[in-house]
């Protein structure tokens, strides 16, 4: 039987507290748009405008997931894209009409402590800080020369701040903290101006940020393009795991 969730409380208990299906129901609960319900053995939280898109996470066994996807696409619109684990979601879009596959990435998350590789101590904490408002000016025009397919921006919806470090007082690699969660932040808009590249810079924000994350939440996640092998080594020393995802949509909303 199909029951909606009222709660980050009971999505946390239904799902065994996992971090993507979490971080997908943003504020549930708190008197936004986010839903969840949950079947059997499987969940399914959704909000809109998240990460750019209106997203269905999915999660748990295949056969509840597919009547729970089912059941909240009705509820929710064709707008919304089921996301989660890369085998429970071929078998979701394999049993429903008119589902077809999106993309495949990784979604990588890190838990309570950093790994070893994580950057510390006080010369660094000294060279990446949070910016202040005024400098959006200059991320932005960085991510439009050397990141322009960024998800997250300045002035975005969901975007909340952005941290960065500067060579010879030039801003030259920049992160932000976009469309946290209660219980998880998530590494976004990752990009290093050409110039600087090579020095290990990008690696410094991204530690740097995510224990910011990891204070401000409790755990960091990131989505990254499977064939950037590079940014997933970067993220791997700094303590993330890696899971394989698969997005999805209703064919009638392309």
Not at 47 to 54: E, I, L, N, T
Not at 62 to 80: C, F, I, Q, W
Not at 115 to 138: C, I, N, Y
Not at 229 to 237: D, F, M, P
Request: net charge negative; proline share 6%.
């Amino acid at each position: 039987m199909i029951h909606e969730l009222a709660s980050l409380a009971g999505l946390r208990a239904a799902c065994g507290d996992d971090d993507l299906v979490v971080w997908n129901a943003q504020d549930l609960g708190g008197g936004g748009p986010a839903r969840a319900w949950a079947s059997g053995g499987a969940v399914v939280s959704a909000a809109p405008g998240v990460s750019r898109h209106d997203r269905l996470a999915v999660w748990g066994e295949a056969a509840d997931a597919v009547e729970l996807v089912r059941h909240a696409l009705a509820e929710l619109g064709p707008s919304y894209r089921p996301w989660g684990e890369r085998e429970l979601l071929a078998q979701v879009v394999a049993k429903l009409d008119g589902l077809e596959v999106g993309g495949a990435f990784s979604w990588m998350s890190l838990a309570d402590r950093p790994g070893p590789g994580f950057p510390s101590g006080p010369a660094f904490a000294t060279e990446v800080g949070w910016l202040p408002a005024e400098a959006e000016g200059e991320v932005a025009a960085l991510l439009a020369v050397d990141a322009p397919d960024s998800y997250a921006a300045p002035g975005m919806p969901g975007v909340r701040r952005w941290a960065g470090v500067r060579v010879d007082g030039v801003l030259a690699s920049v992160a932000a903290d976009a469309w946290p969660a209660p219980s998880v932040g998530v590494l976004a808009g990752v990009a290093t101006a050409a110039a600087f590249r090579g020095r290990g810079l990008a690696e410094r924000v991204c530690g740097w940020v995510s224990g910011e994350l990891v204070a401000s939440y409790g755990r960091a996640a990131l989505m990254v393009d499977d064939d950037n092998a590079t940014a997933i080594a970067v993220y791997e020393r700094l303590g993330y795991r890696i899971r394989p995802v698969l997005s999805s949509y209703m064919k009638s909303t392309m």
